[in-house]
């Protein structure tokens, strides 16, 4: 089922504003925080106010593998037709100790997709805690570093990065960010992404940019 959530008015935005879509997990649907409280919905502030004519749209699902992002993107891209794709999974399948080549696989076709879509990519990494042992610790963030290195795609090498090992940024189960963590994951992500938007669009005679609402859909 694809269910869309639109935050604000689509009054005075652009018909034509170029979509963003934001396909995640827990991280970026905003467990255990408001939606609008979320790194995402966030980023659509930052892009209206900074004049980029973009509308974001959260396909993100809290559980969500690799595999799960696979089997959903094909309607994503055809629903949405994004310009911009930012890749936020794994992390799920790396705490289920899931295959690494089946993980890699996964989002080599996630990527392959996107593309032949005509859709820019950015992919977001993540790592796994040091319990897991080694060799699937260094695997496992290797998969991120070896994609967007063969496919020339943009990463962010850990969304988490300042965040994860600060308790006081961390919800009680150790795993997902607070709210006020929110902004750091942002900026994490706002260096990487901002090459890939283009030049931002004049603002309106009211003083409003082109970007339209947010919306979050499954």
Do not use: C
Not at 32 to 55: D, M, N, P, T
Not at 96 to 102: A, K, S, V
């Amino acid at each position: 089922m694809f269910i869309v959530a639109t935050f604000g008015a689509r009054a005075g935005s652009s018909p034509t504003a170029p979509t963003l879509l934001v396909l995640g997990d827990s991280l970026s649907a905003g467990y255990g925080i408001r939606i609008e409280e979320s790194w995402v919905a966030l980023l659509q502030s930052r892009l209206r106010e900074q004049g980029y004519g973009y509308h974001v749209v959260n396909a993100s699902v809290s559980g969500e593998t690799t595999s799960g992002g696979l089997a959903r993107l094909p309607r994503a891209l055809d629903v949405h037709k994004p310009r911009i794709l930012v890749l936020e999974l794994g992390g799920n399948d790396g705490l289920r100790g899931l295959p690494l080549e089946g993980i890699r696989k996964n989002l080599e076709s996630m990527i392959l997709a996107s593309r032949s879509a005509g859709a820019l990519v950015l992919l977001v990494g993540m790592r796994m805690p040091s319990n897991y042992g080694v060799p699937y610790v260094q695997g496992f963030h290797a998969n991120y570093q070896d994609l967007a290195k063969r496919y020339s795609v943009p990463l962010v090498p850990f969304i988490l990065e300042g965040v994860a090992l600060d308790g006081r940024l961390m919800q009680s189960d150790g795993i997902h960010p607070t709210a006020p963590a929110q902004r750091r994951l942002l900026d994490n992500v706002w260096p990487v992404l901002k090459p890939l938007l283009g030049a931002p669009k004049k603002a309106d005679a009211k003083g409003r940019d082109a970007a339209a609402p947010m919306s979050a859909g499954g």
